[in-house]
Nanobody, 119 residues
Framework: VQLQAYGGGLVQAGGSLRLSCAASERALSTYIMAWFRQAPGKEREFVAWINWSGGVTSYADSVKGRFTISRDNAKNTLYLEMNSLRPEDTAVYYC?????????????WGQGTQVTVSS
């Protein structure tokens, strides 16, 4: 199983980006999926997760109200819509899939896509 994250780039503060994560197998439609990020010199942190149907989502407080996670199981794709971006959102963003949010660290991970927000 492979996850391919893309859509990162350079954007000014206040701007928007949409990240996508393509999964190689349809079986992942039964998994929860999530976005994490890691800024330079910092530990990886949770951003958002979504259940298999898309009916349940959860966000880190730092992105709540600005980011929206969604998925299209027919396309085997996970999304992260990021609005009102801030310089502190600069990080490598990773998508992941697993049986639950508590065990996702041992699940499937993408290679990451860089998001840089300039002030």
């Amino acid at each position: 199983v492979q996850l391919q994250a893309y859509g990162g780039g350079l954007v000014q503060a206040g701007g928007s980006l949409r990240l996508s994560c393509a999964a190689s197998e349809r079986a992942l439609s039964t998994y929860i999926m999530a976005w994490f990020r890691q800024a330079p010199g910092k530990e990886r942190e949770f951003v958002a997760w979504i259940n298999w149907s898309g009916g349940v989502t959860s966000y880190a407080d730092s992105v709540k109200g600005r980011f929206t996670i969604s998925r299209d199981n027919a396309k085997n794709t996970l999304y992260l819509e990021m609005n009102s971006l801030r310089p502190e959102d600069t990080a490598v963003y990773y998508c992941a899939a697993g049986a639950s949010i508590y065990t996702i660290s041992s699940g499937f991970w993408g290679q990451g896509t860089q998001v840089t927000v300039s002030s």
